[in-house]
């Protein structure tokens, strides 16, 4: 797949896992297991230098733009730096596309933009502070590569979340730094751009004006370190609370995540059980929390078995906790799908995707909610006995 990981479709996944099985030798050849250890701590020097590169350089209170393309924006790289950037209140965030009209974010949901980059050049000429690149269904779109060098060169500090760091990376902002990106698009983006200095075993890392993160979860405690580079830890351990997170330095266990025989049987088995495969509904209310809602709706549509659709009263745009309008996909009176398990929307976001996650290996079994976690790039806590 010269492409890398394409998280916006169930099938890729599911074929390439196929196509190892029918390859059989190829198949025999998987590791029957990741090398999971134990992540090593953060030096205090390294952690303090993180937080010092990523402090805003041209404004008191900064601008947070993110960026996505209107028909492929993966939806917790994009929702979730901004709903926790806007719980904090430390910055201007403003979530944008590169075209007018709604976004389809996958691997599902359909939202209203706030403005385009060409709203925004208007607005703030002078560029932002802060460009957050998420996952995007191409990443050689002209129009998303232009505008991120374009406020590079205006001084943005620019963050590639997941796979956006291989949007950054044909920017060429990322030729001869250190970074690191989803397990899955890692052999990719190195073979892509050679010069690139990968670095294991970090959630995210910094180099000079550029940031890249690990796998979907990793926006989080990249989300919360920038709140401390621009308000301080004080603050940020207040915002890590409100999401129900105990813990977000960048360490991490890179041989915990890779392509496994275990993670192939379940994409075939779950894939080719077209029969138990369903519909779950996730109503949508005013004030919704945006992370949750994203966290919620991204595990559940890759399960292979499962796929979320929001649904509501009206056609309406439902307006979130910070000023995201979501786009229903199905009307309430006509909805036919699943109730989505529990009630994990009234969490906190951490604690939501836990809970999804232990939803999720009790309706389809422990390795299903395995290999939802390993699409995540996050470590499944077990459920309680």
Known sequence: MSKGWRLTSQAVLGIVAIFLAV???WFAYLPSGAIAGTAQPVSVDEARATVEALRPRKSARPVVAIIGINDGTEITDYLMPYGILRRADVADVVALATQPGPMTLYPALKVEPQATIADFDRRHPEGADYVVVPAMIREDDPAALGWIRSQAEKGAMIIGVCVGAKVVAATGLLDGRKATTHWYSLDDMLKEHPSIRYVADRRFLVDDRVATTTGISASMPMSLTLVEAIAGREKAEAVATDLGVAHWDARHD???F???RPFALT????SLAFWNHE???????KGMDEVSLALVVDAWSRTYRSKAVTFAASADAVESRNGIRIIPEELAQNMTAARVPGTPLGRKPAEALDETLASIADRYQAATADFVAMQLEYRRRPTPQ
Request: hydrophobic share 45%; no cysteine.
């Open 267 to 270: 994409a075939i088995g779950n």
């Open 23 to 25: 390859a059989g030798g």
């Open 254 to 256: 890179s041989g915990a």
């Open 279 to 285: 519909m779950l509904g996730i109503e949508l209310s």
């Open 258 to 260: 890779r392509f496994t």
